[in-house]
């Protein structure tokens, strides 16, 4: 029992870990976007256009949009209905829970599914000022919803759990 709680905190403490490199890219990115912009704006109005500043920006939100639906769904901050299941019994938002997990695991390997489809399709297709491939921006998709899947899948054990305890106080 101890060998299996230690390797599920190793385990936990590694997706935490992993977590904190994705909020500190997603931030990076963030930035990258926000100093390019400027510095575009900036250099534009002196007649010196910084012509490849759109297409890494372009490039950096689409990772950012995707990694920030990472981040927000496992915080939770999606769009809910909270205020309808609030009100029902444990066990029925329980239930509800894991339909909406069924639904979102569906949705998110049909983002793998397609995503890689259109990476493979646009691997010949360049950025019009960048020397790479256009399929680097169409990645973003998969590779966030490969980080949905351990997301989601972290979000029902942790239900489950609680759940458990919640059974347990009840008896």
Same mark, same amino acid.
């Given at each position: 029992? /101890?060998?299996?709680?230690?390797?599920?905190?190793?385990?936990?403490?590694?997706?935490?870990?992993?977590?904190?490199?994705?909020?500190? +890219?997603?931030?990076?990115?963030?930035?990258? +976007?926000?100093?390019?912009?400027?510095?575009?704006?900036?250099?534009?109005?002196?007649?010196?256009?910084?012509?490849?500043? +759109?297409?890494?920006?372009?490039?950096?939100?689409?990772?950012?949009?995707?990694?920030?639906?990472?981040?927000?769904?496992?915080?939770?901050? &999606?769009?809910?209905?909270?205020? &309808?299941?609030? $009100?029902?019994?444990?066990?029925?938002?329980?239930?509800? $829970?894991?339909?909406?997990?069924?639904?979102? &695991?569906?949705?998110?390997?049909?983002? +793998?599914?397609?995503?890689?489809?259109?990476?493979?399709? /646009?691997? /010949?297709?360049?950025?019009?000022?960048?020397?790479? #491939?256009?399929?680097?921006?169409?990645?973003?998709?998969?590779?966030?919803?490969?980080?949905?899947?351990?997301?989601?899948?972290? #979000?029902?054990?942790?239900?489950?759990?609680?759940? $458990? /305890?919640?059974? $347990?106080?009840?008896?």
């Amino acid at each position: 029992m /101890n060998e299996k709680k230690t390797f599920a905190t190793k385990l936990e403490h590694a997706y935490q870990k992993f977590c904190q490199i994705e909020i500190f +890219i997603s931030a990076v990115l963030f930035m990258v +976007i926000i100093v390019l912009v400027f510095t575009a704006a900036l250099f534009r109005k002196f007649s010196i256009p910084i012509q490849w500043s +759109i297409d890494v920006s372009q490039l950096a939100f689409a990772w950012l949009a995707f990694l920030g639906a990472d981040i927000a769904l496992r915080k939770g901050s &999606l769009v809910g209905v909270a205020l &309808l299941t609030d $009100k029902l019994p444990a066990k029925i938002q329980f239930i509800l $829970k894991c339909i909406c997990y069924v639904l979102m &695991l569906f949705l998110v390997f049909i983002f +793998i599914r397609y995503g890689f489809v259109l990476a493979i399709q /646009n691997w /010949n297709r360049a950025f019009q000022t960048l020397p790479v #491939s256009y399929s680097f921006v169409t990645l973003s998709l998969p590779v966030a919803a490969i980080l949905m899947v351990f997301s989601i899948i972290h #979000s029902i054990v942790l239900d489950v759990i609680s759940f $458990k /305890n919640i059974a $347990k106080k009840e008896r």
